[in-house]
T-cell receptor
Framework: ETGVTQTPRHLVMGMTNKKSLKCEQHLGHNAMYWYKQSAKKPLELMFVYSLEERVENNSVPSRFSPECPNSSHLFLHLHTLQPEDSALYLC???????????????FGPGTRLTVL | AQKVTQAQTEISVVEKEDVTLDCVYETRDTTYYLFWYKQPPSGELVFLIRRNSFDEQNEISGRYSWNFQKSTSSFNFTITASQVVDSAVYFCALSEDGGYQKVTFGIGTKLQVIP
């Protein structure tokens, strides 16, 4: 595997379910990000991890719970979601600690989430 | 506060036509970086180019070129002789230093190249 991978690629869940999204980066990067991409809206930054420490929680509802057990893996735990949470969830990584403005980010293909 | 505006939400061109994607940004910082990313139908955003605020030289990479003008706060992207494989959503982004890398993305421009 190369780059940034995300599983599952598609997920349909009910409002009472609990599920998790997984992201893995094979690039040796030190920072990882979760974004939400909804139709007709800019990408919304949800969480930032730098060297496994959360450095930003961008006013995200508590029904989204991130976890970063090591610098290569990032999870997004989901519970009691709402239909408006349906979106493409993108994971990204960047080489250095999360304060380097010049770093490009490397994205995974995303998980298409549908909440019924 | 930083802001990125991509006024063109969708563009359709016929193959081999040239097309320019507009990007206008707002920031109070003097040091910042501008990016373009491409999102093909497969979903992942792919990095295309980075420009820092002190480098206004235009750049050309094959059929792609970028025009950075600080005077108008614009960072436009031109594809010459477009091809069907260029069909994608293109995002302009602005990055400022903060406690973490604060990246603001535009809404994206969906480009459809018709054979």
């Amino acid at each position: 595997e190369t780059g940034v991978t995300q599983t599952p690629r598609h997920l349909v869940m009910g409002m009472t379910n609990k599920k998790s999204l997984k992201c893995e980066q094979h690039l040796g990067h030190n920072a990882m990000y979760w974004y939400k991409q909804s139709a007709k809206k800019p990408l919304e930054l949800m969480f930032v991890y730098s060297l496994e420490e959360r450095v930003e929680n961008n006013s995200v509802p508590s029904r989204f719970s991130p976890e970063c057990p090591n610098s290569s893996h990032l999870f997004l735990h989901l519970h009691t979601l709402q239909p408006e949470d349906s979106a493409l969830y993108l994971c990204a990584s960047s080489p250095n600690r999360a304060g380097r403005a010049r770093d490009e980010q490397f994205f995974g293909p995303g998980t298409r989430l549908t909440v019924l | 506060a930083q802001k990125v505006t991509q006024a063109q939400t969708e563009i359709s061109v016929v193959e081999k036509e040239d097309v320019t994607l507009d990007c206008v940004y707002e920031t109070r910082d003097t040091t910042y970086y501008l990016f373009w990313y491409k999102q093909p139908p497969s979903g992942e955003l792919v990095f295309l180019i980075r420009r820092n605020s002190f480098d206004e030289q235009n750049e050309i990479s094959g059929r792609y070129s970028w025009n950075f003008q600080k005077s108008t706060s614009s960072f436009n992207f031109t594809i010459t002789a477009s091809q069907v494989v260029d069909s994608a959503v293109y995002f302009c982004a602005l990055s400022e230093d903060g406690g973490y890398q604060k990246v603001t993305f535009g809404i994206g421009t969906k480009l459809q190249v018709i054979p």
